[in-house]
T-cell receptor, first 114, second 113 residues
Framework: KAGVTQTPRYLIKTRGQQVTLSCSPISGHRSVSWYQQTPGQGLQFLFEYFSETQRNKGNFPGRFSGRQFSNSRSEMNVSTLELGDSALYLC?????????????FGSGTQLSVL | DQQVKQNSPSLSVQEGRISILNCDYTNSMFDYFLWYKKYPAEGPTFLISISSIKDKNEDGRFTVFLNKSAKHLSLHIVPSQPGDSAVYFCAAQATDSWGKFQFGAGTQVVVTP
């Protein structure tokens, strides 16, 4: 069974641009969550999607958005990039995101904003 | 507001000895806890979990202990192996927090020969 797939693996952008990251969950998983990891920080929760609906959202500005498609694949978008957005963006999937369910993570997309 | 804290940013342990990683939390609504291991340039991989109805869970070399009254959990790795050198994250989830986990900042473990 294939794991969580994230594309692209690396991205370099300049301030003010926008970026779209993609995530394909494990087959059968319907919940997709996104996390941001910066150096020295733990993972910070961005948002979670289930059945194309955002059910939960972290404390990030509106420049960060996402969506989920009917096949459970998800994308996240960051508009008007800032230097501080440079981070590893991780996608995770689970069956339905309910309690007592572990997350399976992809390898992440490393975003560098210059 | 950091609700999950790993106060030791790094830990060095000799091969064959026990590694003990600690994690503290502040939110009494957390009822499910996970430990993840992460190598550079890779996503975190799941190690072990524990729900709040238990105080201990074992899986091979890994044991997690939960002390709800102290809001503290620990991960024991026995015996430590060179491949255990990685960053370890604890994570906590509250009931009905769809897909949302609070993560600690991580502990870098180095296993020396």
């Amino acid at each position: 069974k294939a794991g969580v797939t994230q594309t692209p693996r690396y991205l370099i952008k300049t301030r003010g641009q926008q970026v779209t990251l993609s995530c394909s969950p494990i087959s059968g998983h319907r919940s997709v969550s996104w996390y941001q990891q910066t150096p020295g920080q733990g993972l910070q929760f961005l948002f979670e999607y289930f059945s194309e609906t955002q059910r939960n959202k972290g404390n990030f500005p509106g420049r960060f958005s996402g969506r989920q498609f009917s096949n459970s694949r998800s994308e996240m978008n960051v508009s008007t990039l800032e230097l501080g957005d440079s981070a590893l963006y991780l996608c995770a999937s689970s069956w339905d995101g309910s309690g007592n369910e572990k997350l399976f993570f992809g390898s992440g997309t490393q975003l560098s904003v210059l | 507001d950091q609700q999950v804290k790993q106060n030791s940013p790094s830990l060095s342990v000799q091969e064959g000895r026990i590694s003990i990683l600690n994690c503290d939390y502040t939110n009494s609504m957390f009822d499910y806890f996970l430990w993840y291991k992460k190598y550079p340039a890779e996503g975190p991989t799941f190690l072990i979990s524990i729900s709040s109805i238990k105080d201990k869970n074992e899986d091979g070399r890994f044991t997690v202990f939960l002390n709800k009254s102290a809001k503290h959990l620990s991960l024991h790795i026995v015996p430590s192996q060179p491949g255990d050198s990685a960053v370890y994250f604890c994570a906590a989830q509250a009931t009905d927090s769809w897909g949302k986990f609070q993560f600690g900042a991580g502990t870098q473990v180095v296993v020396t020969p």
